[in-house]
């Protein structure tokens, strides 16, 4: 069965600084990944997605994402964070055609 | 992409009672899905809603509780049956375009709340 652990409740960053949003994940085979973000009373939205191919994805928004395969990671980036940016985001994994398995969420605040 | 609609968007329901719930989507998709969202947690999947056929369920749902149709290939419903206040959740649908993307795609929710 595959898991996904999102070390962290909440991440705080100024607006204008880079962000980073953490993701581990264990599944049989080659992973499928994916970002999610929820504004509030909302439904999720798709960022971004690894499904093979080079390890820095990019999607919408600016966001990016690294798979690290050694270290069964794909951590949620963006350069430069807005105050819009501010909402809960989900990494989600899947062995293949298949189900997603959501990690926990983490909330990311952006202060002017 | 495509359009997703849920309906209702939100209600507030009697213990004991039923509720059904609809996903309509713009375009034809491959697969559908139903999860649950319980307030501050993350989302669940309850089921995988089959055209045609009958539903799959995840381990901790049943058909009984949480009958699902899909007639065709742009729409399902949901219903919560003998809701009790532990129902109380967002329900989303999802979808997936079976074109290789992988990537699934959510409806707005519709927000439950059992009194």
């Known amino acids: 069965a595959q898991s996904v652990a999102q070390p962290e409740d909440q991440v705080n960053v100024a607006e204008g600084n880079p962000l980073t949003v953490k993701c581990t994940y264990s599944?049989?085979?080659?992973?499928?990944l994916f970002w999610y973000v929820q504004y509030p009373n909302r439904g999720l939205q798709f960022l971004l997605k690894?499904?093979?191919?080079?390890?820095l994805v990019k999607g919408s928004y600016g966001f990016e994402a690294e798979f690290n395969k050694s270290q069964t990671s794909f951590h949620l980036k963006k350069p430069s964070a807005l105050v819009s940016d501010s909402a809960l985001y989900f990494c989600?994994?899947?062995?293949?055609?298949?189900?997603?398995?959501f990690g926990k969420g983490t909330m990311l605040l952006v202060s002017p | 992409s495509a359009v997703i609609s849920q309906k209702p968007s939100r209600d507030i329901c009697q213990r004991g009672t039923s509720l059904t719930i609809q996903c309509q989507v713009d375009?034809?998709?491959?697969?559908m899905f139903w999860y649950r969202q319980q307030p501050g947690q993350s989302l669940t999947l309850i089921a995988t809603?089959?055209?045609?056929?009958?539903?799959?369920?995840e381990s901790g749902f049943v058909i009984d509780k949480f009958p699902i149709s899909r007639p065709n290939l742009t729409f399902s419903t949901l219903t919560v049956s003998n809701m009790s206040p532990e129902d109380s959740s967002i329900y989303l649908c999802?979808?997936?375009f079976g074109t290789g993307g992988y990537e699934q795609y959510f409806g707005p929710g519709t927000r439950l709340t059992v009194t």
């Open positions: 989600a994994v899947s062995p293949g055609y298949s189900t997603l398995t």
């Open positions: 809603a089959n055209q045609g056929s009958e539903a799959t369920y």
């Open positions: 599944v049989s085979g080659n992973p499928y």
């Open positions: 690894y499904i093979t191919g080079d390890n």
């Open positions: 375009s034809q998709v491959t697969m």
């Open positions: 999802s979808v997936t």
